[in-house]
């Protein structure tokens, strides 16, 4: 059975530096993977996805994630946060090939930007 | 473009009312699903839709249920509601041919159940 861990239920940074949010998955298959953000009161937007072609993948907004086998994990990075990047950030997992039919959702990760 | 369009946003209920979340989308969306987000728990599936009249259950499906007769409409019916139906609910849509696995969400309604 597929599931995904994040594992930092918060994450800190100031303006500027850098972001790690992580995410590891268990999967029976060839994964795909997704990230997605939420701001406050809004639905989701994807970010990125991973659907095994290039293991470092480009998304939106500066962010960039990169699917390592060996570690079972997608960690999202981005060089330098910006306030506007405070949000909540779910990992997404889904094992059954192009059909995407059982996505897994991570607990979500809150990044808070201070000034 | 409207995308994914849920009401109401906000909803206050008493145990046992019923009531229903509307959705609806202008993507032409054939696949069309219901999720809860509960703190901690990430958003869980409730039921799904591959088009217009069929639909089929998620991880979370009692208590609640779901009829699609038009491609862009998917309501979700709480017949009987429990204070354990108080969450956040999300709609979500995708295309079934030429399908990306990319969800596009709505605004999500806020009910609470007292």
């Known amino acids: 059975a597929q599931s995904v861990t994040q594992l930092d239920s918060h994450v800190s940074v100031s303006e500027g530096t850098p972001v790690l949010l992580r995410c590891n998955y268990s999967s029976s298959y060839s994964p795909s993977l997704f990230w997605y953000v939420q701001h406050p009161n809004k639905g989701l937007q994807l970010l990125l996805k991973y659907t095994s072609a290039a293991t470092l993948v480009k998304g939106i907004n500066g962010f960039e994630a990169e699917f390592k086998k060996s570690e079972t994990s997608f960690h999202l990075t981005k060089p330098s946060a910006h306030m506007s990047d405070a949000a909540e950030y779910f990992c997404?997992?889904?094992?059954?090939?192009?059909?995407?039919?059982?996505?897994?959702f991570g607990t979500g990760t809150r990044l808070l930007v201070s000034p | 473009n409207a995308g994914v369009t849920q009401t109401p946003k906000f909803q206050v209920l008493k145990t046992g009312q019923s009531m229903t979340l509307q959705c609806a989308q202008d993507?032409?969306?054939?696949?069309m699903s219901w999720y809860r987000q509960d703190p901690g728990m990430g958003l869980r599936l409730i039921h799904y839709s591959v088009g217009a009249g069929i639909t089929d259950q998620g991880e979370v499906p009692n208590g609640y249920n779901v009829s699609r007769s038009t491609t862009e409409d998917f309501p979700l019916r709480l017949l009987s509601a429990a204070p354990s139906q108080t969450s956040v609910y999300f709609c979500?849509?995708?295309?079934?041919?030429?399908?990306?696995?990319?969800?596009?969400f709505g605004e999500g309604s806020r009910l609470t159940v007292l």
């Open positions: 979500a849509s995708r295309r079934v041919d030429g399908n990306t696995g990319e969800l596009f």
């Open positions: 997404v997992v889904s094992d059954d090939g192009t059909g995407f039919q059982k996505l897994v």
């Open positions: 993507m032409n969306h054939e696949y």
